[in-house]
């Protein structure tokens, strides 16, 4: 195991999972965290967060996870087939937010780092991640804040970054089967090693240091805000887009089943309560079929002003 890599990473994400559940606290007010520490079989393991049922959030799952063994799985070595094979270090912060109320967009953040080796050989590492915001009924200004603020980040590290990493977020949560976005997009990127160490490890900081800052204000904005049935219904159904997602376009989740991860751990990105309707569809100018219509189409939301 390379300790002068994994050390400051593993130190750097176990602080911000702990960073990140005290602020969701604080905004929820109600709920609390409950940790589960777990140990995989096969070299490991990571201790899983979950808030249930609190003022806020319905559910909200804050993991961190380090695994090793003798092989990388094949999701991870499907763009990179020359590590096949490799002893492999991998380690990592990943949430999802399911909030009570529709007005309250679900987020979803990961931060995460690899490192293959082999003897003889000089270990190749690489960092991934990025955040991304799916709202039920969105709001143009939240919409454009959350892009400003994934820019700002990225913008203080190196400014060629954010077109790059928001038209790969755009690319990578799309449900290919529906011809649809997840959501309104953020910030996504992959095999970051580019760059040095500590360059690329100042990268994935940015990321992890500006999503409560990102998100949170908009949760304050939208908490309180009443919802109907109606409003409740469809959050449920379009839920449904979250789960067809995790299960069969994340590379993520194929990973930690992959490698033999806990699988409470792996799907607990999943919403408590979801449900499908057949063919279902909006009423013709109606703030459901907006979601579709308008924030659901990628645009360059951080250069748009907020009237």
Same mark, same amino acid.
């Given at each position: ?14 602080? !911000? ?7 969701? $606290? ?32 319905? @559910? ?21 087939? =020359? ?56 709001? $143009? ?17 190196? =400014?060629? !970054? ?35 160490? =500590? ?29 109907? =049935? ?23 989740? !194929?990973?930690?089943? @992959? ?17 499908? $309707? ?9 703030? $459901? ?19």
């Amino acid at each position: 195991m390379n300790d002068a890599y994994l050390k400051p990473v593993i130190a750097y994400f176990m602080d !911000l999972q702990d960073r990140i559940c005290n602020q969701i $606290e604080t905004v929820d007010k109600k709920g609390r965290f409950q940790q589960d520490r777990w140990q995989r079989e096969k070299g490991g393991g990571g201790r899983s967060r979950v808030l249930k049922n609190g003022a806020v959030f319905e @559910q909200a799952g804050v993991g961190f996870s380090h695994v090793y063994g003798e092989s990388l799985p094949d999701s991870a070595t499907a763009h990179r087939p =020359e590590l096949a094979g490799r002893e492999f270090n991998a380690c990592g912060v990943s949430l999802v937010f399911h909030p009570k109320n529709p007005h309250v967009p679900t987020v979803h953040m990961n931060v995460r780092f690899f490192i293959a080796e082999k003897d003889g050989h000089e270990p190749v590492w690489w960092f991934g991640g990025g955040f991304d915001l799916t709202p039920f009924y969105a709001v $143009e200004g939240d919409v454009i804040e959350w892009h400003q603020k994934a820019k700002a980040a990225l913008d203080a590290v190196d =400014e060629s !970054l954010y077109p790059k990493y928001k038209p790969w977020c755009d690319d990578y949560f799309y449900l290919k089967h529906r011809n649809e976005a997840r959501g309104v997009g953020g910030i996504f990127f992959d095999d970051l090693n580019d760059r040095s160490f =500590e360059e690329a490890f100042a990268v994935v900081k940015a990321v992890g240091d500006a999503f409560c800052d990102a998100y949170c204000p908009i949760v304050e904005r939208r908490k309180e805000t009443p919802y109907t =049935e109606q409003q409740r219904a469809f959050q449920l159904y379009r839920r449904g887009r979250y789960v067809e997602f995790n299960l069969v376009w994340d590379r993520g989740t !194929l990973f930690g089943l @992959q490698t033999g991860g806990r699988t409470e751990s792996i799907l607990m990105s999943m919403p408590p309560m979801v449900r499908w $309707e057949y063919d279902w569809q909006p009423q013709p100018d109606s703030a $459901e079929a907006q979601l579709t219509e308008h924030f659901l189409i990628p645009r360059d939301w951080a250069a748009m002003a907020d009237d």
